[in-house]
Structure formats: C-alpha cells, structure tokens
C-alpha cells in the first residue's frame, strides 16, 4: 500500500510564498517522475511541475521562474514564491512508483491541498 501526503498549503497574500511539500510512504520499491498538479474551480486539473529520479524538472509556463521544485528520497517539494490570485487551486502530488521489482509503475495521487492567494 503506497500513500501520498501533501501538507503546506494556506492563505497567502499576492506576492507572498508558500512551500508545498509531499511525502510517499508504504510499499515501495523505488518511484521514478514526481510531480505537482493543480486544480482551480471550474477548470482542468493542470501539471505544474515535475522531476525525475535524476533530478531533471520542468514547468508549466505560467509558474516557471517563481516555482521550484525539488526533492529528497521520497518526498517533493514545491517552493512557490511571488504568488498571484490565478495560482489559488488545489495542488496535488502525484509520484510514479514501482512497489516490487517485478511489477510495472503505477501513478498514485495524494489528497490535495488548498492554496489561496488573495488579491
């Protein structure tokens, strides 16, 4: 059993920061590409940002240069600073995971987390 958990999320000022961190735990035998998605009302869920196991990242156009991500073993970090009212959603983790050497990776999601950044 793999779970994601996402903390950091909250309310922000525009222009503020926040740090949105993820952790996978469970059964795993190793995870490949981690990323952040996000979710506003009404809209697409989105792909913010990922990283490989060797740490290559990438961005969506609308974060790049105020976002970073990063990551540790298990756990992926999203740095977020010079917020705007247009990044509030819901962020969610999601991780690319093999849980024995045998079996083929799957995706597995977290839960979400808010983050608001009001005007």
């Known amino acids: 059993q793999v779970q994601l958990v996402e903390s950091g999320g909250g309310l922000v000022q525009a222009g503020g920061s926040l740090r949105l961190s993820c952790a996978a735990s469970g059964s795993i035998f190793s995870i490949y590409r981690m990323s952040w998605y996000r979710q506003a009302p009404g809209k697409q869920r989105e792909l913010v940002a990922s990283i490989t196991s060797g740490g290559t990242s990438n961005y969506s156009n609308s974060v790049k240069g105020r976002f970073t991500i990063s990551r540790d073993k298990n756990t992926v970090n999203l740095q977020m600073n010079s917020l705007k009212p247009e990044d509030t959603a819901v962020y969610y983790c999601?991780?690319?995971?093999?849980?024995?050497?045998?079996?083929?990776?799957?995706?597995?999601w977290g839960q979400g987390t808010q983050v608001t950044a009001s005007s």
């Open positions: 999601k991780a690319l995971i093999k849980v024995t050497d045998w079996s083929r990776p799957d995706d597995y």
